[in-house]
């Protein structure tokens, strides 16, 4: 399983490979388990059927490892989209980004200024968490993140930590002097074991460690899973501490255990879902795949199917 998963990263960070699947009819047809559609209109409607379902979404325009300053600036323009659309339509949404894609790779100042853009017209009216990505890019993105927290305010922009980086209880520590909103998850890429725990009962202790750490700090955090134990163990905690439940959230992403992210709404938890779209699907859904290789026979009778 282990092999699986390593061979789906691997795979999920393949250029070649992402440019015969990204224009392969058939292939584009079996994401939409993962991604919400190509168009921020076709994002606003599945969000629409999760607001119904009594969740709030996060809105992502798939794209990363941009190498090209234009296109940065093109990702600038489409938030700006996004950002109306939230505002018109009135969708429970708040968003999310990547600094890779916003130039991350290319010139962190780059990133900075694309990213601080965002953040500037969202200020006030939404909320900007910004993904974390491998760890070379870990202390960029925390550096970049602690730049537009000094000027923007704590309901403004957020960050992601990841439990399986050893560094993470630490950089949640550093994080909540400031204070910062956290969202906490296990992490998809792959990392050497020097910089993350190789053992996923080690990822889990973390996880709960850290969980633990952002609750009992009184900010509004995201819990980002779909695992049961992580799910049991927030509960737990945050009752035998009298944390009520608006005091935190539960995050999902679309397609993974709807059943799950029904029940904790029904049961008055605050739900969020991760609601990606865009024709840059390829490494977002090879890391779904890698998450559970499962998934893989889920896609191949569906392609059989035609
Ligand atoms: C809202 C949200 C935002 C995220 N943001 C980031 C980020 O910024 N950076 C980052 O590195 N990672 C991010 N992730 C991904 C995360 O790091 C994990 O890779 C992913 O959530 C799987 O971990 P898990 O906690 O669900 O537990 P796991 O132990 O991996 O899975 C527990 C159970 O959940 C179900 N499950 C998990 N994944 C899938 C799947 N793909 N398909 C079907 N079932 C599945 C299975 O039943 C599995 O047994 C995010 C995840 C969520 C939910």
Not at 79 to 89: C, F, M, S, V
Request: with cysteine; charged share 30%; proline share 4%.
């Amino acid at each position: 399983m282990m092999v699986t998963r390593t061979a789906l990263i691997y795979l999920s960070e393949r250029e070649g490979l992402k440019e015969f699947a990204t224009h392969f009819r058939p292939f584009k047809k079996l994401t939409t388990r993962f991604v919400a559609g190509q168009t921020i209109a076709e994002t606003v409607a599945a969000i629409r059927q999760i607001n119904a379902d009594g969740a709030s979404a996060s809105f992502d325009h798939l794209n990363e490892s941009v190498t090209r300053p234009e296109e940065t600036e093109e990702e600038v323009r489409e938030y700006k989209r996004i950002l109306a659309a939230i505002d018109e339509t009135g969708i429970r949404s708040n968003v999310s980004i990547k600094l890779t894609q916003f130039g991350l790779q290319i010139d962190p100042a780059l990133a900075y200024r694309n990213a601080r853009a965002v953040v500037s017209a969202a200020a006030r009216k939404s909320f900007v968490r910004i993904d974390m990505e491998g760890s070379d890019v870990t202390q960029k993105t925390i550096d970049i993140f602690k730049r537009l927290r000094d000027e923007f305010g704590l309901d403004d922009v957020g960050i992601v930590l990841q439990s399986y980086l050893r560094r993470t209880y630490d950089d949640a520590l550093d994080l909540l002097k400031i204070p910062a909103r956290i969202r906490i998850c296990k992490g998809a890429y792959k990392e050497p074991p020097e910089v993350a725990f190789p053992n996923k009962k080690d990822v889990d202790a973390n996880y709960v460690k850290v969980m633990e750490l952002l609750l009992a700090s009184g900010v509004y955090h995201g819990i980002a899973t779909h695992d049961p134990k992580m799910i049991d163990a927030t509960i737990n905690f945050a009752s035998r501490e009298g944390i009520g439940k608006e005091a935190f959230e539960f995050q999902m992403l679309y397609g993974v255990r709807r059943d799950l992210q029904r029940q904790l709404a029904r049961d008055g938890y605050n739900m969020r879902v991760y609601v990606p779209y865009g024709e840059h699907w390829y490494p977002y859904f090879m890391r779904r795949l890698a998450e559970r290789p499962a998934n893989i026979w889920f896609i191949l009778r569906n392609l059989l199917k035609g």
